[in-house]
């Protein structure tokens, strides 16, 4: 098993920043990709972005690119989720996920095996 738990949400301008942290804890060397997702009101959850792999390949989703950035620190275990020129569509809860080894490209929900409970982030206009 493999727990996370998410930290790092608010309250932000248009136009700011934050970031997310998921901390790692239990059997995280079997988790072979990190991903963010988010779900607003109303909306189906949604990939956000993930690095998978031991050469921590990258992939985002379009509405994020350029402005969000996903990183790792193996030493703590933490996964960060860097956001930058945040917009009011960026508004929802974010979920960490840990996914174990599949021939997969970690890009849905159903292809991760571990959540968080979720931060808010709220981006107000």
């Known amino acids: 098993q493999v727990q996370l738990v998410e930290s790092g949400g608010g309250l932000v301008q248009a136009g700011g920043s934050l970031r997310l942290s998921c901390a790692a804890s239990?059997?995280?060397?079997?988790?072979?990709?990190m991903g963010w997702f988010r779900q607003a009101p109303g909306k189906d959850r949604e990939f956000v972005a993930r690095i998978s792999g031991p050469g921590g390949a990258t992939y985002y989703a379009d509405s994020v690119k350029g402005r969000f950035t996903i990183s790792t620190d193996n030493a703590k275990n933490t996964v960060y989720l860097q956001m930058n020129s945040l917009k009011p569509e960026d508004t929802a809860v974010y979920y960490c996920?840990?996914?174990?080894?599949?021939?997969?490209?970690?890009?849905?929900?159903?292809?991760?095996?571990?959540w968080g409970q979720g931060t808010q982030v709220t981006v107000s206009s």
């Open positions: 239990g059997r995280t060397g079997s988790s072979y990709a």
């Open positions: 996920a840990a996914g174990r080894y599949r021939r997969s490209y970690y890009l849905a929900a159903h292809e991760y095996d571990y």
